[in-house]
């Protein structure tokens, strides 16, 4: 079946560090792909997303890149903050008849240090 | 949060006995979701509903029943509630190619 495994946490680093979290999948067909962000107590809420292989998505300066030929979608950010300490969360859909069920991995706990 | 309420956003109950958790959304959004959410499992689906009395199984509803009377309202039901069942439980939507979460449920079964 489908799946997305994820780089295991926790991860800790400095302030200003780079970032770096893993993200391959298997899928059978052709996967939109999403970074998921879940802040303590919260829900999940939308980091970026990618529909095709090649596509970039960003956002805060985040980043991913859909990687078909590897089958990845790591995420990246040059630069973090203390309030980007979360859990992230890697997903595909495979959009099954039109409902986005989603495919989770089992998420990273990211601490950023001051 | 895509006008996503949960209720009630903790519970804690004892085994054997029925729970439901409410789903609200004030958008007239057509699909919906459950998913838990357990340490090291990320999230799974438990069921979604595509529609008023349209609902069908997800990765784990062995345990579940939903239900789907209006459009605003998906109910999540444990007919008897097991230790295994202690989980956080979110509610989903989808829509403008997204998927919005709401703010979560944790249940605590003892």
């Known amino acids: 079946g489908d799946s997305v495994t994820q780089m295991e946490g926790p991860v800790t680093l400095s302030e200003e560090a780079f970032l770096t979290i893993n993200c391959t999948y298997t899928?059978?067909?052709?996967?939109?792909l999403f970074w998921y962000v879940q802040y303590p107590g919260e829900g999940l809420q939308l980091l970026l997303k990618?529909?095709?292989?090649?596509d970039k998505g960003s956002n805060k300066g985040f980043e991913a890149t859909y990687r078909k030929e590897t089958t990845s979608f790591h995420l990246e950010k040059g630069s973090v903050q203390v309030s980007d300490s979360a859990v992230y969360f890697c997903?595909?859909?495979?959009?099954?008849?039109?409902?986005?069920?989603?495919?989770f991995g089992s998420g990273t706990q990211l601490t950023v240090l001051p | 949060d895509a006008g996503i309420t949960q209720s009630p956003r903790h519970k804690v109950t004892e085994t054997g006995t029925p729970v439901t958790l409410r789903c609200h959304q004030t958008?007239?959004?057509?699909?919906m979701y459950w998913y838990r959410q357990d340490p090291g499992h990320g999230l799974r689906l438990i069921h979604y509903?595509?529609?008023?009395?349209?609902?069908d199984k997800g990765e784990v509803s062995d345990g579940y029943s939903v239900s789907r009377s209006k459009t605003e309202d998906f109910l999540l039901t444990l007919e008897s509630a097991t230790s295994s069942q202690t989980s956080v439980y979110f509610c989903?939507?989808?829509?403008?190619?997204?998927?919005?979460f709401g703010q979560g449920t944790r249940l605590t079964v003892v």
């Open positions: 989903a939507i989808s829509a403008q190619g997204r998927t919005f």
């Open positions: 899928a059978t067909g052709y996967p939109s």
């Open positions: 990618a529909t095709k292989a090649d």
């Open positions: 997903a595909l859909s495979l959009d099954s008849g039109s409902a986005r069920q989603l495919t």
């Open positions: 958008e007239n959004h057509r699909y």
């Open positions: 509903s595509y529609g008023v009395k349209d609902t």
